[in-house]
C-alpha cells in the first residue's frame, strides 16, 4: 500500500486528512513541522508527501528541499492558501508534482495524489528500462578484468569518442556485437538507432533491396516503397555482421555507399544521403580473404579504419569466475531458478576447458549444469560430458550400465537416461524456453512437462514463455 508522509503545524487537518487517507488504503505518517518531516523521512521514506507551506520553522519549500537531498523518490504535492500560490508555483518549478488550495476538495486531493503517485511508479519505470539497457548492451555487459578486456575496453572507449568506422574481430562467440552496442550506447549516437545485418544471410540477388531500399513497383512484389538499412539507420549505427561472408558483387555496392555517404533506392532516380556510422564484424581473417582474392582491398580499408580484436575465452581463463557469476545471476532471472553458485571443483573444470565456442559456449553449458543441478550449486555431474567427470573416463571406455534386475529395465533405465540428457540438451539450446523445446522434440508442451517432472527437472509453468526465445543468429555476439 501506498506510503503517505503529511506535514501540517495544525493538528485538526492532520487528522482529518490522515482519516481521509487511510480510508483510501494508503500507509499515513505525519509531522508538525519540516524538522521532524526530515527526520522521519530519513529513518523511513515515503512514497508521496503533502507538505504545508506555511510552516513554523523551516517552511514547505524548505522542507522539500531537504527531502529531495536524501536521494529517496517521493511525489511532492503543496498545500497552500490562495495568498501563497506564487510559492506553491514555485515549489513546482523546483520539483514538486502540484499543489492545492485549502480548504481542499476531498476528490480532487484523492486525484491530485493518485496521479502524482502513478507519474512517480512510471518515473521508476523508466529508470528501471534504462539502467537495463545499460546494463544489457553497455560496457558493463561485457565482463572481465585481465589485461586483455582491460585493452578492449580502453579501445572501446577511445573510439566511442570519435565517428569512425570500426572493425571488429574475433572467434564467433567472444561477443563482437556486444562491442559493437556498447561503442553505440557510449558514442554521440547512442539516441539513435542501432539496427544489425547479418552479411552471410543476405542472398546476393537481394543485397540491394535489403541494403538501400526500393521504390513501389520497383520490381513485381514491391506493392510499396521501402527505406533500406543504411535509410533506417540514419542517425545511429548499422552492425555488419558477418561481413566476410559478402560476395564480391555486393562489396562494390557497399565501397560505394561507404565512399559517397548516399544510397539510391531500387526504381529511384537519385541518391538519398544517409547519417550512417558503420560497424563491422567477422571472425573471419581479411587480410587472408583480400590476398584469396574473396575481399576487396579497397573495401578492407575502408571498413578497418579502427581495429578492435577481441581475445578468445581460452586466452583471458583469469576472467572466467567473473563470468560464471555475471551469467548465473543472468540466467537465474531467465530460467526463474535459484542457483546459488558453482563447486570449486566444477569451476576448476570451467577453467581448464578449452572453449572453442567462447563466452556463447560457457553460457550455453552453464544453462544446461543448471537445468541439470538438483541443489543450490553446479556441481561437476550437472556438467556436460565434454567439460565434466565424463570427460575424465579414459578413451574407449563407457559409463557403467544402469543397475536393473532384468533386461527390459534395463532398456528402460537406458531409455529414461537419453530422454533426460535430450530434454536438457535441447532446453539449453532454447535458453530455457519450454515451448520451443518441446517442439524441437517432437512432443506436446504438456509431455515436456509430465517428463521434466519425472526426471526431476526444475517444471514450474508460470509465466514459462515471459522470456521469448530469442531468434537464432549464425553470426558471432
Keep these: ?7 501540517d503545524d495544525e493538528k485538526h487537518i492532520r487528522s482529518v486528512l490522515r482519516l481521509l487517507l487511510e480510508k483510501q488504503g494508503y500507509a499515513v505518517r505525519t509531522a508538525s ?15 508521496a508527501a503533502l507538505l504545508d507551506l506555511k510552516l513554523p520553522g523551516i517552511d514547505g519549500l524548505e522542507t522539500m528541499t531537504r527531502l529531495q537531498r536524501l536521494g529517496a523518490p517521493c511525489a511532492f504535492i503543496m498545500m497552500t492558501a490562495h495568498g501563497t500560490i506564487q510559492s506553491a508555483v514555485r515549489a513546482v518549478r523546483q520539483g514538486a508534482h502540484d499543489y492545492i488550495t485549502k480548504p481542499f476538495d476531498n476528490d480532487e486531493l484523492l486525484l491530485t495524489l493518485g496521479r502524482a503517485l502513478e507519474y512517480e511508479r512510471l518515473r521508476a519505470e523508466l529508470r528501471e528500462l534504462r539502467r537495463e539497457l545499460k546494463t544489457r548492451y553497455g560496457l ?9 578486456m582491460r585493452a578492449v575496453f580502453d579501445a572501446i572507449e577511445r573510439v566511442s569518442r570519435v565517428d ?6 574475433g572467434e564467433s562467440g567472444t561477443g ?20 544489425t ?19 513501389r513497383g520497383a520490381f513485381t512484389d514491391a506493392r510499396e516503397a521501402r527505406p533500406g538499412k543504411f535509410e533506417q ?17 555486393a562489396q562494390v555496392k557497399l565501397l560505394r555507399v561507404l565512399e559517397d555517404h548516399a544510397v539510391t533506392r531500387i526504381g529511384a532516380g537519385r541518391p538519398v544521403p544517409v547519417d550512417v556510422r558503420v560497424i563491422a564484424a567477422t571472425n573471419r581473417r581479411l587480410e587472408d580473404a583480400v590476398r584469396a582474392g574473396a575481399f576487396r582491398e ?33 540466467m537465474n532471472a531467465q530460467l526463474k531458478l535459484e542457483i546459488e553458485g558453482i563447486s570449486p571443483e566444477a569451476l576448476r573444470m570451467l577453467e581448464e576447458y578449452a572453449w572453442p565456442g567462447n563466452v556463447r559456449e560457457l553460457e550455453n553449458a552453464l544453462c544446461q549444469a543448471m537445468i541439470y543441478s538438483n541443489g543450490r550449486r553446479i556441481e561437476p555431474a550437472d556438467l556436460p560430458a565434454r567439460i565434466g567427470p565424463a570427460r575424465l573416463r579414459p578413451a574407449g571406455t563407457r559409463p557403467a550400465p544402469p543397475r536393473a534386475g532384468n533386461l527390459a529395465e534395463a532398456v528402460e533405465a537406458v531409455v529414461a537416461q537419453v530422454e533426460r540428457e535430450m530434454i536438457v540438451k535441447r532446453l539449453a539450446q532454447c535458453r530455457g524456453h519450454r515451448t520451443a523445446a518441446a517442439e524441437s522434440l517432437g512432443i506436446s508442451r504438456k509431455t515436456l512437462f509430465n517428463k521434466m517432472r519425472q526426471y526431476g527437472l526444475p517444471a514450474a509453468e508460470e509465466n514459462e514463455d515471459s522470456n521469448p526465445l530469442p531468434p537464432r543468429k549464425t553470426g558471432s555476439h
Excluded at 140 to 148: I, S
Excluded at 164 to 169: D, K, P, Q, S
Design 176 to 195: 563482437k556485437e556486444l562491442a559493437a552496442r556498447a561503442i553505440h550506447e557510449a558514442s554521440a549516437r547512442a539516441a539513435g538507432p542501432f539496427l
Design 197 to 215: 545485418v547479418n552479411c552471410g544471410a543476405v542472398p546476393v540477388t537481394l543485397f540491394e533491396s535489403e541494403f538501400f531500399g526500393h521504390e
Design 298 to 330: 579497397d573495401l578492407f580499408y575502408r571498413l578497418n579504419v579502427f581495429a578492435l580484436e577481441l581475445p578468445p575465452l581460452r586466452q583471458r581463463r583469469q576472467d572466467i569466475p567473473a563470468l560464471v557469476r555475471h551469467l548465473l545471476a543472468k
Design 164 to 169: 569512425a568506422t570500426v572493425l571488429i574481430t
Design 140 to 148: 558493463d555487459r561485457m565482463v572481465g578484468a585481465g589485461p586483455g
Design 1 to 7: 500500500m501506498p506510503s503517505v508522509l503529511i506535514v
Design 233 to 249: 539507420a540514419s542517425g545511429g549505427i548499422l552492425f555488419l555482421d558477418e561481413v566476410g561472408e559478402l560476395p564480391l558483387e
Design 33 to 47: 513541522s519540516g524538522e521532524e518531516a526530515v527526520a522521519l523521512f530519513e529513518r523511513e521514506p515515503a512514497e
